[in-house]
């Protein structure tokens, strides 16, 4: 047992130290450590070595990504820098002021930079200070305010991009996803480095104060508790301050320099130097640089050997320039033709049938022009989000693709590669679907609405305000397609439940609710019958979006049975107050019609089980008696102008449903038991065939 702990401590142990977030945590604890622990003066050089080394590797990579999202933590390296570079000065006014020796570092960028002048070392440390301050740190940080401003204004443009490209076919959901993730990458990544250029703008401040500090606590520890001359106090302490300085502060310049960079670096498929070598060297522009720099060479009292050298630089680089451009391109080489056309791998994604298609002529092609504000695209994005509130469904690509074979005012919609529905569409009029009043005098085309099978006309946009005070609905040809490709939807939406999206429901409830999984699949259902039952509920357009309702019923109801149809029955009835509320009117009122008592008897006498589920054992005749009874019930409750709805015993539902689905596919048939508690149902009729 020991023994087992002991190894376990020991993995740990070794994954700690291997992980980058353990090492990185160790980094920051070193960066806090500068600030509190002193620091002998060799400890100090190697830090100040570390800093350079850093800064001259950060600049050497803004030069070589391709795009700035290449390089997306850098506004937390510049941060994690800055903190480092801070404590690196702690340190060293620490020991200035304390053993008046920083380093052998900090004593060479003293002497042998500024030449052992503190005059001309503070000269050329303010010097560095407005270069960094003014110049670079300002116009970066200008840089990424505005790329952050217009990168945020250009974010709903983006996505409304990438969903144009999703519902057109055009990508998947993934890279649809990936893509979405990318766009607000680069907004965080801009504002962050809006952000991160004030790190840099504090840390010059800071180091103009530290240095002011140090040499005025410098000049006091050495006259008055080392006893120096003023004079000699003064050089001594100036020069290690002013040493020190600009051995944090020249990394410093880098990193603001790499800042300026890589807020400056358009996005392109090469490094900065291969785009300045292709874009600067241009042939006339170095032609004509040259000849000038040859001209200045010759006016009296001007030194020629610089100007000269210069002139002779930009000549060799338009020489080498133009050879480059008249240097004979190797023939392209095309690659020989198959030899039957179509390899094998073109002919197997002929094998895949897309869910649901949408076919147009090319008269109808404007309608998905993406500049205009509303076109078919952002419908059908609008149709995906509608099904899913809806339904629970997450509507499949609709591909759409122009077919001159059509009509060229016709479209048609597919689902799984078959035709369902069909339409016309005339682009310069509108479509108006008289009401209840008669509609004689209004001037049109007659067709029929494709949608739902009403008498329509298409009439010109002068006759739509006329149309509309005579009680037609007016709507425009994307709308008639809109709505139509919704409805089909609707009424195919257990066609369009394939089992990898019902893989992908269950394993999003899995992470959230991973009770309502585990147990149920595949331990009491496997993915087939669960995608059974939830297309029976679609079917009926019942919706599914509450999946982890409907496992704790089927986790209830799967040990006694694994019948799709029976499954689906026990969570309708779990689910009787959504489907109470999607029928009944404002008023709380659920207007229904009844089977008549002689009826609901002779039904439950002929139920019988079939190899299809449940079903009424009786003769064709008195089966189109109930459907003619039926029908008039319904156009009864349609003229009074409420949802046809029939109530009948649970036992009959199902087998009723499947009996008139064909014929009266607008039929919502509900059991007692499916009518919540505290819903008010005022019936209007009996379906009775004596």
């Keep these: 047992m020991a023994a087992s702990t002991s190894g376990a401590a020991k993995f740990n142990l070794q994954s700690m130290v291997s ?12 960066i806090i450590g500068l600030m509190i622990v002193p620091l002998p003066p060799l400890a100090l050089d190697f830090l100040m070595a570390i800093n350079l080394a850093v800064s001259i590797g950060i600049l050497l990579l803004t030069l070589y990504v391709k795009r700035p999202m290449d390089f997306s933590v850098f506004p937390t390296v510049l941060l994690l820098v800055t903190l480092f570079r801070l404590g690196l000065n702690i ?22 930079i500024v030449g052992g002048n503190y005059v001309v070392g503070v000269v050329v440390f303010l010097m560095l200070m407005i270069i960094q301050f003014v110049v670079i740190t300002n116009g970066a940080g200008r840089v990424a305010e505005v790329s952050a401003r217009f990168t945020l204004d250009a974010m709903p443009g983006k996505q409304l991009a990438i969903d144009a490209d999703l ?29 991160s250029s004030k790190f840099v703008r504090g840390d010059a401040i800071a180091a103009v ?22 004079v000699e106090a003064l050089q001594s302490y100036t020069l290690l301050t002013v040493g020190a300085g600009l051995a944090t502060q020249i990394p410093a310049l880098l990193v603001s320099a790499a800042a300026g960079l890589i807020v400056t670096r358009s996005t392109s498929d090469d490094s900065l130097g291969g785009d300045l070598a292709g874009q600067v060297a241009n042939l006339p522009a170095l032609s004509i640089g040259a000849g000038i720099m040859v001209i200045i060479a010759l006016i009296p009292g001007i030194p020629k050997v610089p100007f000269l050298l210069i002139g002779a630089a930009l000549g060799a680089a338009a020489y080498f320039t133009w050879q480059r451009q008249n240097q004979p391109q190797a023939p392209e080489v095309e690659p020989p033709p198959a030899a039957e056309g179509e390899t094998p791998q073109d002919m197997m ?16 092609i404007p309608l998905i022009d993406e500049s205009q504000a509303d076109n078919l695209l952002r419908r059908i994005t609008a149709i995906r989000r509608q099904i899913m509130l809806e339904l629970g469904l997450v509507l499949p690509i609709v ?37 209840s009043e008669p509609v004689d005098n209004l001037q049109g085309i007659p067709t029929t609405e494709p949608a739902f099978g009403l008498p329509a006309l298409w009439i010109p946009e002068s006759e739509t305000g006329r149309a509309e005070l005579m009680g037609c609905t007016v709507v425009s040809p994307l ?4 709505t139509h490709l919704t409805e089909v939807v609707r009424s195919n939406s257990q066609d369009l439940l394939s089992r990898q999206m019902v893989q992908e429901m269950v394993n999003q409830i899995r992470q959230k609710m991973p009770a309502a999984v585990d147990g149920v699949i595949p331990d009491l259902l496997n993915l087939s019958e669960l995608q059974a039952v939830l297309r029976n509920l679609l079917r009926e357009r019942i919706p599914i979006r509450d999946l982890g309702t409907i496992l704790e019923v089927l986790a209830n109801n799967a040990p006694m049975t694994r019948d799709p149809n029976v499954l689906a029955e026990a969570v309708r009835q779990a689910m009787a107050r959504s489907i109470s509320n999607k029928y009944r009117d404002n008023d709380g009122l659920l207007h229904v019609f009844t089977l008549s008592p002689q009826l609901e008897s002779m039904l439950r006498e002929t139920l019988r089980t079939t190899d299809g589920g449940l079903g009424f054992s009786i003769d064709a005749g008195t089966a189109q008696k109930i459907l003619t009874r039926t029908g008039e019930q319904m156009e009864r409750l349609a003229q009074q102008g409420h949802f046809p709805v029939l109530l009948c015993p649970r036992e009959l539902r199902l087998a009723f449903h499947r009996m008139v689905e064909r014929s009266l596919p607008n039929l919502v048939v509900l059991a007692f038991s499916e009518v919540s508690p505290g819903t008010k149902v005022q019936a209007h009729g009996m379906v009775d065939i004596d």
């Design 19 to 30: 992980s980058k977030d353990a090492a990185m945590a160790v980094g920051i604890m070193i």
């Design 91 to 112: 340190s060293a006014s620490r020991l200035i002021l304390i053993e008046g020796d920083a380093g052998k570092v900090i004593a060479t960028f003293g002497n042998l």
């Design 167 to 195: 519902n057109a076919g055009m990508i998947d959901e993934a890279t649809a996803r990936a893509r979405r993730r990318e766009v607000e990458a680069e907004a965080d990544f801009y504002g962050a480095m809006d952000g």
């Design 209 to 230: 104060i530290v240095i002011l500090v140090n040499i005025f606590g410098g000049v006091i520890i050495g006259v008055v508790q080392r006893g120096l001359p003023a």
């Design 349 to 364: 994604e002929m094998l895949l049938v897309d869910p649901i298609e949408l076919e147009v002529g090319y008269a109808i």
């Design 399 to 435: 591909r759409v693709r122009d077919n001159l074979r059509l009509d060229p005012s016709a479209y048609r919609i597919k689902v799984r590669g078959e035709e369902v529905a069909q339409g016309k569409l005339l682009l310069d009029r509108f479509l108006a679907i008289p009401g």
């Design 479 to 482: 709308s008639v397609l809109s």
